[in-house]
């Protein structure tokens, strides 16, 4: 009944509870002085065992075992339950309500009313309500359509006229909101209050409350990741943040709407119940046959339901086309990955720990839904309906990662950046492509190694658009963007040592051939950078110092590194001498740190003692002069 530090709950979970005979899990425990909850008498724990641990300060809350409540309220408000009972053959109900055999849905887990899930969550009921936000003018009500179903996702709801402008920014109180936890800890306590109406009774206005506060979240979260510019850490903040309020907080606020609704109406078509996918670990380019699991499901019900029976969950997959693409492929049966079937089981949830596309999607997208049909009891009637969850992050299942990865993650970030738009904010672009080049290149997004820069972002638009300081970057236009951009991430991200030369600085990247005269000028002969060439797609330009001091470009062309490494070609062109390394000092200017080639590269230097024959043309090459 309250909140408590880490090492006293882990101290009562310890106890494992549920290993033991009720009557002594009641006795093992007196009550000292029982404190008002909102009506709801609640002990004080205190070991009566001498040998057990001393008292837990400032607990008054219900024990909580493995497997049982040592003490739980009395009161019809409070349906409690256990774990599915499949050698049940007939169901036990806390409401008087009829039901024949033939009701019972086939293959159902069936579930008693009379007793707690495990470790169902006890939260406090003295708990001051959360502070409703004036600016916020959404009601809940708002969330209901004409027919009276309350809408199954958010509006697309733009900010108020007191909400941050949509003038992209870097320096906010929302921004220090986001580095201080304050939206974790809103969002949890937020998900606390919902939860809580498990155990009391509930009004139309505090559902409608928890509404605004879910609405005011939702706005000011989906504002930070579109207009905001924000580092990967942040983004990934803000990002996992709005995943739990959108497919787990708003389906829990959805069912305790539509079960007062239900309460008023009862011709409501409405259900008391959601299914949703709370957890999903990996997106994007897969390879195929492998494991993209687990994904957790799970069912939230209203308070006040009786006689839960639940198919086991299953799996669905949805083919979506390639916007870039002008036919459909074939679509290709995962009968393995859609015979799956997982019962929903302690606190109603179902995991799938392994998954895998048996065979590849590339250029197309595939998403899952995950699908169980319920009957249940609520208000003395009865209710049975199929259940689905929203879809899950896209993947695109490739058989070849090598050739695949550039449009497969390429169509993965339009569909998600643009979704039904032809514009989006450029800030918007910068966030969701800077956490994808993190993650593209292996980078821990809170300890960054590599990170990419508002200058180096600026210079990939000015590239290759026509106003890169503009507001709002269109379809067109990323597609422009990607497709010279792309196929360098592939060859970073894929070809050998390009990814430890990109984090480690030796390969500077994003520098024009204009911008390197100043970086070179004054320097020694063999003086060397490796940069991206703003003409060819995916191929890397080499800039350096020559016999006259002065300023030379080389190509990197693909056949230079058919036969041999980045590194090798590096080695065998002798005039190359020092590697100019990127650095950053405290305030985020550029440094740029001469190394010796040969003392920075030779670990990595393969057994040949010579360039293969065909690039025996180095010293002679006009650009190497």
Same mark, same amino acid.
């Given at each position: 009944g309250t909140y408590l530090m880490s090492e006293d709950f882990n101290y009562l979970d310890s106890l494992d509870l549920g290993d033991l005979p009720f009557d002594y899990v009641s006795n093992a425990f007196q009550m000292d002085e029982p404190i008002d909850t909102m009506g709801m008498e609640v002990p004080t724990l205190r070991s009566t065992d001498p040998e057990s641990p001393p008292p837990i300060p400032? #607990?008054? $809350?219900?024990?909580?075992?493995?497997?049982?409540? &040592?003490?739980? +309220?009395? /009161?019809?408000?409070?349906? =409690?339950?256990? #774990? +599915?009972?499949?050698?049940?053959?007939?169901? *036990?109900?806390?409401?008087?309500?009829?039901?024949?055999?033939?009701?019972?849905?086939?293959?159902? !887990?069936?579930?008693?009313?009379?007793?707690?899930?495990?470790? =169902?969550?006890?939260?406090?009921?003295?708990?001051? +309500?959360?502070?409703?936000?004036?600016?916020?003018?959404?009601?809940?009500?708002? =969330?209901?359509? !004409?027919?009276?179903?309350?809408?199954?996702?958010?509006?697309? &709801?733009?900010?108020?006229?007191?909400?941050?402008?949509?003038?992209?920014?870097?320096?906010?109180?929302?921004?220090?909101?986001?580095?201080?936890?304050?939206?974790?800890?809103? &969002?949890?306590?937020?998900e606390m209050n919902l939860d809580s109406f498990k155990?009391?009774?509930?009004? %139309?206005?505090?559902?409608?409350?928890?509404?605004?506060?879910?609405?005011?979240?939702?706005?000011?979260?989906?504002?930070?990741? !579109?207009?905001?510019?924000?580092?990967?850490?942040?983004?990934?903040?803000?990002? =996992?943040?709005?995943?739990?309020?959108?497919?787990?907080?708003?389906?829990?606020?959805?069912?305790?709407?539509?079960?007062? %609704?239900?309460?008023?109406? $009862?011709?409501?078509?409405?259900?008391?119940?959601?299914? *949703?996918? !709370?957890?999903?670990?990996?997106?994007?380019? *897969?390879?195929?046959?492998?494991?993209?699991?687990?994904?957790?499901?799970?069912?939230?019900?209203?308070?006040?339901?009786?006689?839960? #029976?639940?198919?086991?969950?299953t799996i669905h997959?949805?083919?979506?086309?390639? +916007?870039?693409?002008?036919?459909?492929?074939?679509?290709?049966?995962?009968? %393995?990955?859609?015979?799956?079937?997982?019962?929903? /089981?302690?606190?109603?949830?179902? *995991?799938?720990?392994?998954?895998?596309?048996?065979?590849?999607?590339?250029?197309?997208?595939?998403?899952?839904?995950?699908?169980?049909?319920?009957?249940?009891?609520?208000?003395?009637?009865q209710y049975t309906r199929e259940l689905e969850t929203e879809f899950s992050n896209p993947f695109i299942s490739m058989t070849n990662t090598g050739l695949q990865y550039r449009e497969a993650i390429g169509t993965i970030l339009e569909i998600s950046l643009f979704e039904n738009k032809n514009t989006v904010p450029t800030s918007l672009l910068w966030n969701m492509f800077h956490h994808q080049l993190m993650l593209s290149t292996d980078q821990d997004i809170n300890n960054l190694e590599r990170p990419l820069t508002r200058e180096e972002f600026n210079y990939i638009l000015k590239c290759h658009l026509d106003n890169p300081q503009a507001e709002n970057i269109s379809r067109n236009e990323f597609r422009v963007i990607w497709d010279w951009y792309g196929p360098s991430l592939k060859k970073i991200k894929y070809k050998k040592h390009f990814l430890w030369m990109y984090t480690k600085g030796y390969l500077a990247a994003y520098l024009s051939r204009e911008e390197v005269y100043p970086v070179l000028a004054g320097r020694d002969e063999g003086t060397f950078i490796i940069r991206l060439s703003t003409s060819h797609a995916g191929l890397f330009a080499v800039s350096y110092v020559n016999s006259q001091n002065e300023i030379g470009h080389c190509m990197i062309n693909d056949e230079d590194i058919k036969d041999q490494t980045i590194v090798d070609f590096i080695r065998f062109a002798t005039i190359l001498k020092t590697v100019l390394q990127l650095s950053y000092d405290e305030n985020g200017n550029r440094e740029w740190i001469p190394q010796n080639k040969n003392r920075v590269f030779e670990s990595r230097y393969s057994k040949k003692k010579k360039p293969p024959a065909t690039y025996e043309h180095y010293e002679t090459r006009e650009e190497l002069r």
């Open positions: 400032n #607990q008054s $809350m219900v024990g909580v075992g493995q497997n049982h409540l &040592i003490s739980q +309220p009395s /009161g019809n408000n409070f349906p =409690m339950y256990q #774990q +599915p009972n499949t050698s049940m053959n007939h169901l *036990v109900s806390s409401n008087p309500v009829s039901m024949n055999q033939n009701q019972l849905l086939p293959n159902a !887990s069936i579930y008693s009313m009379n007793q707690n899930m495990p470790n =169902m969550p006890i939260y406090n009921m003295n708990q001051p +309500p959360l502070p409703n936000n004036p600016a916020v003018k959404y009601v809940g009500t708002s =969330m209901v359509n !004409s027919t009276g179903n309350l809408l199954k996702r958010p509006l697309d &709801i733009s900010p108020g006229s007191e909400s941050p402008s949509k003038k992209a920014r870097t320096g906010d109180t929302l921004i220090e909101k986001i580095d201080s936890n304050g939206y974790q800890t809103e &969002i949890n306590a937020l155990f009391t009774s509930y009004s %139309t206005s505090q559902i409608d409350q928890e509404l605004d506060h879910y609405f005011n979240l939702y706005d000011e979260l989906t504002d930070l990741k !579109s207009h905001y510019y924000l580092n990967p850490g942040q983004y990934d903040i803000v990002r =996992m943040n709005l995943e739990k309020l959108t497919k787990i907080v708003y389906p829990k606020v959805s069912i305790f709407k539509n079960a007062d %609704t239900l309460k008023q109406n $009862m011709a409501a078509d409405l259900f008391p119940a959601a299914l *949703v996918l !709370s957890s999903q670990v990996n997106d994007g380019p *897969v390879k195929e046959k492998t494991n993209i699991g687990p994904f957790v499901v799970k069912l939230f019900i209203a308070p006040g339901v009786s006689n839960l #029976q639940c198919e086991p969950v997959i949805d083919h979506q086309k390639n +916007p870039r693409r002008s036919k459909r492929t074939a679509k290709h049966k995962h009968k %393995t990955l859609e015979s799956l079937e997982e019962p929903l /089981g302690d606190n109603l949830t179902a *995991v799938f720990k392994e998954v895998k596309f048996e065979k590849g999607s590339f250029p197309h997208m595939l998403k899952l839904k995950f699908r169980t049909r319920v009957s249940l009891i609520f208000n003395n009637q």
